[in-house]
């Protein structure tokens, strides 16, 4: 027995199958052209869909393949949906969501760095209204001024993270 699970697979064997599983949906087009593969009687499992270009309903048969042509021998079981995958689809969408993820963390980058400067700012000010000449040690014992480099050291490790991330996604 032979599985297939992409339509643009080809069997490497010598000789012609008496069994298939194709694991895909298919046509009885594409079942037409697969049949090079077949001896003059074999058997085929597939999810056959009526449609050419496939459709949201298929019944997973097993056939017969006998002087040319699939006879349905029994249904195995039906299905209202399609399992088919687009793999360019995928392969857009993750470009897609990479390039919006490396979007948002420039953008907010931006913002801790104006945060961060904000924030340096409010340091100085402070520093100049408790006296520029205390030393940091006792400057940092007043709460506004502990406040301002609790969330200045946040900022500064966070947008540190982000730069990595970026570096890393590029």
């Known amino acids: 027995m032979n599985d297939l699970l992409d339509p643009s697979q080809t069997l490497r064997m010598p000789g012609k199958a008496d069994i298939v599983n194709f694991g895909f949906e298919v046509s009885l087009d594409l079942l037409r052209d697969k049949a090079a593969l077949l001896n003059e009687e074999a058997l085929v499992l597939a999810p056959v869909s009526a449609a050419p270009e496939g459709s949201l309903e298929q019944t997973y048969s097993l056939l017969e393949y006998k002087q040319g042509e699939f006879r349905p021998v029994a249904e195995i079981m039906k299905t209202s949906f399609s399992l088919r995958v687009d793999k360019q689809r995928q392969v857009d969408a993750g470009l897609d969501a990479d390039y919006f993820a490396t979007h ?51 900022r500064k490790k966070k947008a540190q993270k982000l730069e990595f991330a970026i570096r890393d996604t590029q």
């Open 104 to 154: 948002q963390r420039h953008e907010r980058l931006v913002r801790l760095r104006a945060e961060i400067a904000l924030l340096e700012e409010r340091f100085v000010r402070l520093r100049k209204a408790h006296g520029d000449a205390r030393h940091l040690s006792e400057l940092v014992k007043v709460p506004e001024i502990k406040e301002a480099l609790a969330a200045l050291a946040d």
